[in-house]
């Protein structure tokens, strides 16, 4: 399922007037809740058997690579849109590689439905890699940035 399917699927909950939509197929799975003023989207892939849990103390993101010193973690986009590094395109970014980050650190801007999204890193640590690129489209679960 594509941005132009969701799309469609939005118009269809206005003209309708539903405020919830889920659906499940081939492993996909999407959520669509409207409340309060605002639209939240939620698209993830539908639960799959698990591969067998690392017997590493520190378990890795699923996905993740590991590195000389460890594992690294992944800052995944919660929803689909498009992604900015910064608020503005005269602004600086919001972190770079190097930048020390905590749960609470905006990272990056998500567009959706023309709301600004802002992200939080939610994990402690320095920012490794800046993996997406700035104003381009982002999958649900699509790994932004990693961090040591």
Known sequence: MDLKDIKAVIDLMRKNDLSVFEMEKDGFRLKLQKGAGEQTVYAQPAPAPSAPAPTAATA?????EAEK???LKEILSPMVGTFYRAGS???QPFVDVGKEVSE???VCIIEAMKVMNEIKAETKG???????????PVQFGQVLFRVK
């Open 69 to 71: 010193a460890g594992a």
């Open 126 to 136: 320095v920012i490794a890699e800046i993996v997406a690129e700035s104003g381009k």
């Open 60 to 64: 890795p993101a699923p996905g993740a």
């Open 89 to 91: 395109p005269e602004a």
């Open 104 to 106: 609470e650190t905006v």
